[in-house]
T-cell receptor, first 113, second 112 residues
């Protein structure tokens, strides 16, 4: 049973389109994240939500809008896609308290053409 | 600002060797440090979590140590196998934040 699941796994779309990536966790965690992995494989945090509240926004363009309908879901909507948005996007979850592991989804490979 | 560096960036070893991967971080005010592996085209798999108060953690052939004061962690892999080939990432969670900051990764290849 997958702990953190993202859909879709692959997304190919044209510049200017709007797309969404969905994420769900079944671990009962109260904190969820979106990370972006660039072509050099470096992972950088984009957003974090704790109990459905936005707590981290790492100067991501406002074309990216996360939405957390409940603690188990954190979706990422991207407007007006650009070539530079091509990357792998990872969803993750953890508990807010300090002594817990973070768990990651399998990633969504977004290709903008 | 927390920066996390991993050395070496890439490593190729023959099967059976014991090896050490290094992770260093600039700000010692951390809650914990977590080691992950990432297989090509796949997600991140958690390997070990070390709390800031701990010195080491072990899981099977893996042993991770933490020296918080000097800003260093090592991941020791005993008797390496071709199946250990992957990219290994360390991540630190800063005190007072929810954020996990990742290192640059070590790409490991174990040759049969």
């Amino acid at each position: 049973d997958t702990a953190v699941s993202q859909t879709p796994k692959y997304l190919v779309t044209q510049m200017g389109n709007d797309k969404s990536i969905k994420c769900e966790q079944n671990l009962g965690h109260d904190t969820m994240y979106w990370y972006k992995q660039d072509s050099k494989k470096f992972l950088k945090i984009m957003f974090s939500y704790n109990n459905k509240e936005l707590i981290i926004n790492e100067t991501v363009p406002n074309r990216f809008s996360p939405k957390s309908p409940d603690k188990a879901h954190l979706n990422l909507h991207i407007n007006s896609l650009e070539l530079g948005d091509s990357a792998v996007y990872f969803c993750a979850s953890s508990q807010a308290r300090a002594n817990t592991e973070a768990f990651f989804g399998q990633g969504t490979r977004l290709t903008v053409v | 600002k927390q920066e996390v560096t991993q050395i070496p960036a890439a490593l190729s070893v023959p099967e059976g060797e014991n090896l050490v991967l290094n992770c260093s971080f600039t700000d010692s005010a951390i809650y914990n440090l977590q080691w992950f592996r990432q297989d090509p085209g796949k997600g991140l798999t958690s390997l070990l979590l070390i709390q800031s108060s701990q010195r080491e953690q072990t899981s099977g052939r893996l042993n991770a140590s933490l020296d918080k004061s000097s800003g260093r962690s090592t991941l020791y892999i005993a008797a390496s196998q071709p199946g250990d080939s992957a990219t290994y990432l360390c991540a630190v969670r800063r005190e007072g934040t929810y954020k996990y900051i990742f290192g640059t990764g070590t790409r490991l290849k174990v040759l049969a």
